[in-house]
């Protein structure tokens, strides 16, 4: 996640201590976890939370009541299974399958969330299990309008006569941290039933604290792919839904008013050219898609046989591939969520600024309504933005980019109980005769002048988003409610490279520097040698691309012996050359570049002594970390063959090794139709044993 420091008034940063923070998030219902814990291990008690207890109340009490079989009990996971386990390091994005809450929505966004391991770990805290200092209780962190919130629940979960969840579960019949993830997003929504119905960019917001980016497929831009790429590689979330109305099974495979993640873009070469594909998976874990790239296409044959087994599937796992002119056609919209807005610009590796500001709309008060309401527009709460000047302005236009968000928060303690209002933002640029006046604005300058954005926009969604190019100078920013009189509570955030906000009639603002995940070695020569690198040579052969690698010191040993050799980058070449052209394209290498910082991390936790190289005993650890699991016998066969004579292996041998037991590993279940076997042609294994 972003590092935060916060500033008031003055220059200097000052930490401000106060709960709502990611580092000391507020207690939902002032329950605290830690304290809760010690209790029930002093006590010998499991943990029972009687703030959700196990009632049909905290399931709901509408629609949802009529799906539930009969016999509904709630029991602990040590009473389904023999060995539960609270959450697994390779935990992905088809380990959970959806229950009978609707909340396609939710799943779809925490699929997303698998893809950022680090990300994931903040929402759900390691060092909880069903083993170390079990008591019945878990704890789990959301970003809930403009504070972390963490929430306790015990691990009493909804059954059926049979043992089996109603809700959310996993693949993995002993794996539960997805029911328990669920039951407490249920918790903070209010209900389970109040997780019914809702939009994928909720749930990303809600996972990340980030900032979502809607576009209408309809309206989609010319450089549609190139945002998808950009997005893709800065590491943000993205989800998408199809045309809304009563959830069901259309005859092409997809499911109207359903949510669905994105789970990887390809540009893949065909016989008569490329084609830029898409990756979606469904939340229910089955029902594909059956167009062109589905799993039966024969699309498939225009590709050359490797590239073929390294993306192709054609197991029922609710994930399948279309074409991106297929995906504008059938699917409404597509959500990136950013943890910085990045993706608004092509420069890389800038700092933004984000800057919130809590407010209210009042009855009588605040909430004027929008601006055809010319008595009472102007009495809308009044934020001024200072845009100023910096190196960072688009050369061509001289102009900052600037990314607003406008969030509601819900009126009642149940979610669906609280609709969200229409709401929106207008952004006026205000002449010099007014840049003096500290109040607000009056009537007379709404009737004058007209905002920036010439249309406003009113959505009944829980945040509108909206980005500008703005000039250097002075603006006021009013958020809105459509109708006058209405009442709620609202975030208003403001990213840019370099502006000030404070609203009109009140005190200092908080501003948010917002840099980037983290400043460490990897990201700066990504940022600054990889890129750069890239924009001069379309694709990397393995002589550059052993030169690329060796730019970073991978290991901490005093003289790593882990620069990567020729032959070394010739086995990595093979491995991620899916079109056997000899070279690696900018998102060949990223999908590298995402694989080697991973490594590096198993790497140097086994490097104990800083030597660098791993010995034997650590070996079977690191590659279990991968979630690989292989007989004792070929430990042994692997440090002879990728070690040197005392059996010690280094980092671009270990690099190796990974690499072509997760990529054949992929290959293998693509294949199989049972997870058994599969069945090759001569041909066919003599090109994935020789170019391999």
């Not at 609710?318 to 950013?338: N, Q, R, T």
């Not at 990897?522 to 924009?535: A, V």
Request: aromatic share 10%.
């Amino acid at each position: 996640m972003p590092r935060l420091s916060f500033i008031t008034g003055g220059k200097k940063p000052k930490q401000i201590l106060r709960t709502g923070t990611f580092k000391k998030p507020r207690r939902l219902q002032s329950q605290d976890y830690q304290i809760l814990l010690e209790r029930c291990l002093k006590t010998n008690k499991l943990f029972v939370d009687d703030a959700f207890p196990a009632e049909l109340s905290s399931i709901g009490t509408g629609n949802l009541l009529q799906k539930l079989p009969s016999g509904v009990e709630w029991k602990r996971p040590q009473e389904l299974v023999k060995n539960p386990e609270f959450f697994t390091e390779n935990a992905s994005r088809v380990d959970l399958h959806q229950g009978l809450t609707e909340n396609c929505w939710f799943l779809a966004a925490l699929a997303s969330l698998t893809f950022h391991q680090d990300i994931l770990a903040n929402v759900v805290p390691k060092n909880q299990s069903f083993e170390k200092n079990y008591a019945g209780i878990f704890h789990f962190r959301f970003w809930r309008f403009g504070e972390w919130v963490d929430v306790v629940v015990d691990d009493r979960l909804p059954v059926n006569a049979e043992g089996k969840l109603l809700f959310v579960s996993s693949i993995r019949k002993n794996s539960f941290w997805g029911a328990l993830l669920e039951k407490a997003y249920a918790k903070l929504c209010g209900s389970y039933e109040d997780m019914q119905i809702g939009q994928v960019a909720e749930a990303l917001v809600d996972f990340t604290g980030g900032v979502n980016m809607t576009i209408k497929l309809a309206e989609a831009p010319p450089d549609l792919w190139q945002i998808m790429i950009r997005a893709a590689y800065s590491g943000s979330l993205m989800g998408c839904q199809t045309r809304s109305g009563p959830e069901r099974v259309l005859d092409n495979g997809l499911v109207a008013g359903h949510a669905y993640t994105v789970t990887g873009i390809r540009r893949v070469t065909c016989k008569s050219g490329t084609e830029n594909l898409i990756r979606l998976r469904n939340p229910w874990g089955k029902i594909e898609w059956k167009g062109n790239w589905s799993d039966s296409s024969s699309k498939w044959d225009q590709l050359n046989f490797k590239e073929r087994l390294l993306i192709r599937k054609t197991r029922e796992d609710g994930e399948f591939w279309m074409s991106i002119e297929d995906f504008e056609a059938h699917f409404v919209e597509l959500v990136i969520c950013k943890l910085t807005p990045d993706l608004m610009s092509h420069e890389n590796g800038k700092q933004w600024m984000l800057s919130m500001q809590s407010g209210k709309w009042t009855s009588g008060g605040t909430a004027g309504g929008r601006m055809t309401y010319t008595d009472t527009y102007w009495k809308n709460p009044q934020y001024r933005l200072k845009i100023l000047k910096g190196d960072d302005m688009e050369k061509c236009t001289n102009t900052c980019n600037v990314l607003v968000s406008l969030l509601q928060k819900q009126n009642h303690r149940h979610r669906n109980q609280s609709p969200p209002l229409y709401i929106g933002l207008s952004i006026f640029m205000v002449p010099f005769e007014y840049q003096s006046v500290r109040r607000q604005l009056p009537q007379s300058f709404f009737m004058n002048n007209r905002p920036v954005n010439n249309k406003c926009v009113f959505i009944n969604e829980r945040e509108v988003t909206q980005d500008f190019h703005l000039l250097p100078g002075s603006y006021v920013i009013v958020p809105s409610t459509a109708e006058p009189d209405q009442e709620c509570e609202f975030i208003l955030r403001v990213f840019s490279r370099k502006h000030l906000l404070e609203e009109q009639k009140e005190g200092p603002n908080i501003v948010i520097c917002c840099k980037k995940i983290s400043e460490k070695q990897d990201d700066k020569i990504w940022d600054n040698i990889i890129i750069r690198y890239f924009e001069k040579h379309p694709v990397v052969n393995v002589s550059q691309l052993q030169m690329l690698l060796n730019k970073v010191n991978w290991t901490s040993a005093k003289q790593a012996p882990g620069k990567f050799s020729l032959d070394a980058c010739k086995v990595i070449m093979a491995q991620l050359d899916v079109n056997t052209s000899g070279t690696l394209s900018i998102q060949e290498f990223r999908g590298l570049w995402t694989r080697l910082i991973s490594y590096q991390e198993i790497f140097q936790r086994r490097d104990i002594d800083r030597s660098g190289y791993m010995k034997l005993t650590d070996l079977q650890t690191a590659v279990q970390e991968k979630g690989i699991t292989l007989n004792h016998q070929f430990y042994n066969l692997m440090a002879m063959r990728y070690g040197n004579s005392d059996l010690k292996i280094n980092f671009a041998n270990f690099v190796c090794l990974m690499l072509r037991m997760e990529i054949n590993g992929e290959v293998f279940r693509n294949l199989s139709q049972d997870g058994k076997g599969i069945y090759l042609q001569e041909a066919e294994w003599m090109l994935l044993t020789l170019y391999s």
